[in-house]
């Protein structure tokens, strides 16, 4: 029986979908050079912001959770033992966005790598897949998590953001959902049907931000995706309406309908070659005021501010305007407490969200003093500061495009700096540097292997 026999419904969108997955399966799509060195910059940062998170609170949380099962498999926690894909996924996705430090998809879709990497490399030591098959479906995961999300300001992700969704949670479902169905070998009806269940559970409300609930929305996302696909190739139907414009999910997320939905154009662009990569760890709608920030700390230095006026495109309000963060994790979702942080010199990387940082005297006074304003039209990738000394003196800085924006892209260099930074604290040079080296030449035969086993647990302090 059909997959689609829970209705009659128009199912175009759906079908195109479930053709795109079947067809992505290793060798069924020719990837350029491109598309590989794309994904190959994804799995490094994925590595470097999911092994530096290894501790982070919302971590330990989840992964004593997943302890308590006690359920067998041979998928791999980072830094923990052996379980079922989908609970291995549960706790390397919420790693992956512990930190708030993992790439985006700048047209809407959201935070890609954590659920899609994350469910490759899980799936494939369940399986036993090779590096070839493990980087087909890690593409297919983003490109179709992209794709469901994109569309920009009036496009998908961007109008579930206004409503209050988080578009990682929402389509980190689908994106895990593929890789698993592609590395599973799913036929078209199974794809659907997986497709099925992802969006019958896709949730997860921008309100939890500044909690532990936004990474743990990654790594629930992965789950969910995992357990879609490993029920649709046991025979579990589902509606494969949903996708639609009409009655699917979006017509429940968006119910005024007010939205424009990007077509399925798989064949005419790789999404990979515009994912953006985090300089700072904190929400991406802080990062050009941030960048503008640091600009002017060597001016600012230790002398006293009067005022701060930054302008801003609204979506930053949306998921970062917390004017008086409490914590400092509320602070990574906060344009005002970054521009701060940036202000008074610090780098804004992770352990800058602690609490010497939050409770700096001098941080805590520029935040008093801070006024951000939300420009229409305004491009979200740019943002314009205005620092008011005591003394009179006006300092301005622009952030024309933000660094690590896919039209100002981090380098090999930059992420290697960046990687280096979270992974040396927690393997060590060498492992860091033997990981780094696998992670960037994955597509050689053993590198898996060689991967997973720099991730074997370690005595940590």
């Known amino acids: 029986m059909h997959a689609a026999s829970a209705g009659d419904r128009a199912n175009v969108r759906g079908r195109r979908l479930a053709d795109y997955v079947v067809g992505a399966r290793a060798g069924g799509r020719a990837l350029p050079p491109v598309v590989l060195n794309a994904a190959k910059r994804a799995l490094v940062d994925f590595l470097g912001v999911t092994v530096g998170a290894v501790d982070e609170a919302p971590v330990r949380s989840v992964r004593g959770a997943v302890d308590a099962w006690h359920a067998a498999g041979k998928a791999q926690i980072f830094f923990g033992p052996r379980t079922t894909p989908a609970l291995a996924v549960l706790v390397n996705a919420t790693m992956t966005h512990a930190m708030d430090f993992d790439d985006t998809h700048p047209m809407g879709g959201g935070h890609p790598s954590g659920p899609c990497w994350s469910t490759a490399l899980a799936m494939a030591q369940e399986i036993d897949a090779d590096e070839t098959a493990?980087?087909?479906?890690?593409?297919?995961?983003?490109?179709?998590?992209?794709?469901?999300?994109?569309?920009?300001?009036?496009?998908?992700?961007?109008?579930?953001?206004?409503?209050?969704?988080?578009?990682?949670?929402m389509f980190g479902r689908m994106g895990a959902a593929v890789v698993a169905s592609v590395l599973l070998?799913?036929?078209?009806?199974?794809?659907?049907?997986?497709?099925?269940?992802?969006?019958?559970?896709?949730g997860g409300l921008v309100g939890s931000f500044g909690t532990y609930s936004k990474p743990f929305?990654?790594?629930?996302?992965?789950?969910?995706?995992?357990?879609?696909?490993?029920?649709?190739?046991?025979?579990?139907?589902?509606?494969?309406?949903?996708?639609?414009?009409?009655?699917g999910l979006l017509d429940a997320f968006i119910q005024d309908r007010v939205v424009e939905v990007p077509a399925l154009d798989f064949d005419e662009k790789w999404?990979?070659?515009?994912?953006?990569?985090?300089?700072?760890?904190?929400?991406?709608?802080?990062?050009?005021?941030?960048?503008?920030?640091?600009?002017?700390?060597?001016?600012?230095?230790?002398?006293?501010?009067?005022?701060?006026?930054?302008?801003?495109?609204?979506?930053?309000?949306?998921?970062?305007?917390?004017?008086?963060?409490?914590?400092?994790?509320?602070?990574?979702?906060?344009?005002?407490?970054?521009?701060?942080?940036?202000?008074?010199?610090?780098?804004?990387v992770a352990p800058d969200f602690g609490d010497a940082a939050y409770n700096d005297p001098r941080v805590q006074d520029i935040l008093s003093k801070v006024h951000v304003t939300a420009i229409e039209g305004q491009a979200p990738y740019c943002a314009h500061?205005?620092?008011?000394?005591?003394?009179?003196?006006?300092?301005?800085?622009?952030?024309?495009?933000?660094?690590?924006?896919?039209?100002?892209?981090?380098?090999?260099?930059?992420?290697?700096?960046?990687?280096e930074g979270l992974a040396k604290p927690v393997l060590g040079p060498r492992k860091s540097a033997d990981l780094f080296e696998a992670a960037r030449n994955f597509e050689q035969p053993g590198s898996l292997r060689k991967l997973m086993a720099l991730l074997q647990p370690i005595e940590r302090k």
């Open 185 to 202: 070998g799913l036929d078209e009806n199974q794809v659907q049907a997986a497709l099925g269940v992802a969006a019958t559970t896709a």
């Open 271 to 348: 999404e990979i070659l515009d994912n953006a990569f985090k300089p700072f760890a904190s929400c991406r709608g802080t990062h050009p005021s941030t960048q503008a920030a640091r600009s002017l700390a060597s001016r600012v230095a230790d002398r006293q501010i009067a005022e701060v006026r930054a302008q801003v495109h609204p979506g930053c309000l949306v998921t970062a305007g917390k004017p008086h963060p409490r914590t400092p994790l509320e602070g990574k979702f906060s344009v005002a407490f970054c521009i701060s942080l940036g202000l008074a010199g610090y780098e804004v």
């Open 134 to 169: 493990v980087i087909a479906a890690f593409l297919a995961g983003y490109e179709v998590m992209a794709k469901l999300g994109g569309g920009g300001v009036p496009g998908v992700g961007r109008s579930l953001q206004r409503r209050g969704f988080h578009p990682t949670s």
């Open 217 to 247: 929305h990654s790594g629930k996302a992965a789950m969910d995706g995992v357990l879609a696909a490993q029920l649709a190739a046991n025979g579990f139907m589902a509606a494969t309406h949903l996708y639609e414009r009409e009655k």
């Open 385 to 419: 500061l205005d620092v008011v000394m005591a003394d009179g003196e006006r300092l301005h800085a622009d952030t024309d495009i933000v660094l690590g924006h896919p039209d100002n892209p981090m380098s090999w260099d930059d992420l290697r700096t960046k990687f």
